[in-house]
């Protein structure tokens, strides 16, 4: 189980999604797919993968995962 502070579970499910499946940057192979399901209710999402997938998935939601900064800052 992750959570997510600053991201919609649904939208950031998807795009995971994307990177994980067949021919993806993150394709844990034939043997060992990864699945991904959102929890909109905890705002949370349900990974299973093999450990290489699913430390690579936490690092990259380290950094998606942010406030995005007020317009005023830009």
Same mark, same amino acid.
């Given at each position: 189980?992750? =959570? #997510?502070? %600053?991201?919609?579970?649904?939208?950031? $499910? $998807? $795009? #995971?999604?994307?990177?994980?499946?067949?021919? /993806?940057?993150? %394709? /844990?192979?034939? &043997?060992? =797919?990864?699945?991904?399901? $959102?929890?909109? !209710? /905890?705002?949370? #999402? @349900?990974?299973?993968?093999? =450990?290489?997938?699913?430390? !690579? #998935?936490?690092? @990259?939601?380290?950094?998606? &995962?942010? !406030?995005?900064? &007020?317009?005023?800052?830009?």
């Amino acid at each position: 189980v992750v =959570p #997510l502070a %600053h991201r919609e579970a649904e939208v950031t $499910a $998807a $795009a #995971l999604r994307e990177l994980t499946s067949s021919g /993806g940057m993150l %394709h /844990g192979g034939d &043997d060992a =797919p990864t699945t991904i399901v $959102a929890d909109e !209710e /905890g705002n949370t #999402l @349900l990974v299973e993968a093999t =450990p290489r997938v699913f430390e !690579e #998935l936490k690092r @990259l939601l380290e950094r998606l &995962d942010r !406030e995005e900064p &007020d317009d005023d800052t830009r």
